[in-house]
Structure formats: C-alpha cells, structure tokens
C-alpha cells in the first residue's frame, strides 16, 4: 500500500559512477540484497548522517573513511543493521571494506559501507564477502533501477529521481535513489539516500549542498517520529563531465542547486509516500512563526499525533484532534484569535473555535483525497516551515508486529 503511481524515472547514466547488485541471502534466499557504487578516481563525496547516539558501526566507518581518504567504493547490504552490535559490529563493517577493497584493488579507506535491516544481530560477513564478486561484476553505468529495488527493506517499490541540464555548455546528470518505509523521523530516519552528478563541484560546495538540501527534504519527513541508527544521505560528485570547478561563486552553483533540490526532495517525498501502510501523502505547512524551531515543534506535533494520524486514514475530518495537537505543541503566548488551521482550502479555526463557514462536508471532501496540506497559520512572526508525513493504518502495525517473522 502506498500513495501515487511511484513509478521510477528514465534513469540518466551519470559519468564515472557505475552500480552493481548481488544476492547474499542475508534475510531471505536469493534475494538482491547487496549494492555496490564504484566511483571514478577524483570523484568527491559529501554526507549527513542519523543523529541517533547509537548510530550503527557503518556509519562510524564511513565517517571516519571520508575524513581520511579519496571514496572509491560505496558497498551497501539490507537485511541486516550492524547496530547495537559492539565492537564486533566495527570489525565486521572494515572487513566487508577490506574484502571489497581486495577484491577491486583500492584501499580500504576508500570504501563506505551501509547497512539497513534488523538491528542488534551479528552482521553475517561471510555471505556478503561471498557475493561481492557478483556485484562487482554486474557494474555498469545503467543499473540505478537495479540498485534502487537492491537496497529495499520494508519497501513497497523502487524510489529514485534523475534529472539532466546544461551547465555552461556542458551536460549534467544527476541521479539518485533512496529507501526506507518505518522508523522514519528526521535527524534522520531509517533511510538511505545516494545522489549522484557527473557536475564538478569543489569539495566545500559539494559540503554545503549535502547538509543544506538534506536538512530541507530528508530532515523534514516524518511516518513514526522514530528516528533510525544507521541513516545517511550522500550527494557524491564525480566530475566526469567536464568544465570548470563550480565554486561558491560560479554563476551555474543557483541553477545546479536547484536542480539538486528537486531531486532530494523527490527522493524525501517518495519514502513518505510509501510509508509503512500510507494512504496518504500529507503536507503540514506552518506559516507566520516566530522561528524556525516554533513551527517545526508545531508541525511535528500534529505530524506525530496519533489521533490526527488515524483520523487521516479514516479520512475523517475531525478538526478538534488537529487543533489539540496545536495547542500542546509548546507554544508560549500563542493568541488563539490570530490563529488559522486551515485543511485544503477549507478554513477550520479562527477566531479561537471553529471557522463561521466550515462545513463538515467540504472538510470530508479534503479528506477524501490521497495528498492532503494541513496548513497553521500561527499569526505571531515571518517563518514558514514545511513537514510530510503520512497516516497510519492496520498496515503499520501488522508490518512492524511481524517484522522479525
């Protein structure tokens, strides 16, 4: 069950980064389940990464290797989290490294692995090492489909984006694929994204690109407020396509950014989209705060209301559970007479009760759809905020009761 067609886009083939699929078994037998991303010599890598203090073994190897050497290698198994797992799990994530490294003959350091599964068990090393040479002979500059539906957990579908444009004479791809369905909360979620561009772009914008079009898309999606061990963005730059550097002040960085913010945001969307058990695609706009924290508390407060969230895959418009859960969002000195909440383009709070001409039948007929914009006007300041998020269903629990089985 999701929300939209989520058909994959015609992949453009990005210069210099070419992705590979295996099947180790680790879940579930003859599953694809291992993805390697071999990156052209001189290619850059950027990243932002799950705030979760227990943040699993990978992502510790995987900063520590983008600090100390050139990225070759991105090596990416599911089934299996290597978290909570020690310092074993540490010793497993750099001999999946050295292992892959051996076998390609580049440094460990210049490996970045990745994980997503079950967390707490043993990282079965073996049967990835095992498959590697299976993915290392599948590469090939076409296989982002392939990759996309590799790194699949709980998934329903593929999610991936593409996009191609000129840059001062030169044509630039860009490409990416993301996954993750639960466990979603930003800071970030039980998610991984992988964007690619054949742009050369210098390392401290490749830098700030990642951390800002993150925090804007992958940053700001919610299903569950649970936010995952082993997340990680990266925006990977392999400058195969020629031209200048693109420096802070290149002329082309606007028209690059934005095109790479369409695709990070295409990439966010489709994980709420396909939420565990989503019916809905729901938009929480808040406008007129007094900062950015203010209406992100707020935003999250509906977002992660379970009354509100339920009362979306009833499409029941019952307004009151959306303006509780506005009331408690910690707002101090909120003038309940300037606020708006507003669903649709149906006003259902103003003047501190319930808007003069709402009707419940025009609020049934905003619920009745599968993309919804819950928007709150809080009346007090300049800031807008946005947060997607999605329903709940029988669907999300029954996935996350049998998860292990």
């Known amino acids: 069950m999701a929300v939209g067609p989520g058909t ?32 052209a010599p001189g290619s850059r890598v950027a990243g932002i990464f799950t705030r979760n203090q ?8 995987t900063r520590s290797h983008l600090a100390s050497d050139a990225p070759r290698y991105l090596l990416i198994n599911t089934g299996n989290a290597n978290a909570g797992t020690g310092e074993q799990g540490m010793k497993d994530a750099q001999a999946c490294c050295q292992a892959l490294a051996d076998h390609a003959g580049v440094s460990a350091g210049s490996i970045l692995p990745f994980s ?18 299976q993915a290392l002979a599948d590469v090939s500059e076409s296989h982002w489909a392939e990759a996309a539906s590799g790194i699949m957990t709980t998934d329903t579908r593929p999610k991936g984006a593409s996009r191609q444009i000129d840059l001062d004479g030169q044509t630039v791809s860009i490409s990416g694929i993301s996954k993750g369905a639960g466990m979603i909360r930003p800071n970030m979620a039980t998610m991984l994204g992988f964007i690619a561009t054949d742009a050369n772009i210098a390392p401290d914008v490749l ?4 951390s800002e079009l993150g925090e804007a898309s992958f940053n700001r999606i919610t299903i569950d407020g649970d936010t995952s061990t082993n997340d990680a963005c990266m925006l990977i730059a392999s400058g195969q396509a020629g031209g200048p550097e693109i420096t802070a002040d290149s002329p082309s960085l606007p028209r690059l950014r934005e095109t790479l913010r369409e695709v990070f945001l295409e990439l966010a969307h489709a994980i709420v989209r396909d939420g565990e058990g989503a019916t809905k695609f729901v938009t929480l706009e808040v406008s007129r705060a007094t900062s950015v924290q203010e209406a992100l508390d707020v935003a999250y407060t509906v977002a992660h209301s379970p009354l509100v969230k339920t009362a979306l895959f009833a499409s ?3 307004w009151g559970r959306i303006l509780a859960a506005v009331g408690r969002a910690g707002v101090d000195g909120l003038d309940l007479n300037a606020l708006e909440i507003w669903l649709g383009d149906v006003c259902l709070v103003r003047n501190g009760g319930r808007a ?18 819950i928007h709150i006007d809080l009346g007090r300041g300049n800031v807008s905020e946005r947060v997607w998020t999605c329903d709940f269903s029988h669907d999300y629990v029954t996935i996350n009761a049998e998860y292990r089985t």
């Open 54 to 61: 227990f943040c699993a073994a990978p992502v510790h190897v």
């Open 356 to 373: 003069a001409d709402y009707s419940e039948s025009r609020g049934q007929a905003v619920m009745d759809g599968e993309e919804i914009t």
């Open 316 to 318: 029941d418009p019952n």
């Open 8 to 39: 994959l886009p015609t992949f453009f083939p990005v210069a210099g980064v070419r992705l590979g699929i295996g099947s180790a078994g680790i879940k579930k037998p003859g599953k694809k389940d291992l993805v390697v991303i071999e990156l």
């Open 207 to 210: 830098s700030s690109l990642a």
């Open 116 to 133: 997503t599964g079950v967390i707490g068990e043993p990282l079965p090393v073996g049967k990835i090492v095992s498959a590697l040479p």
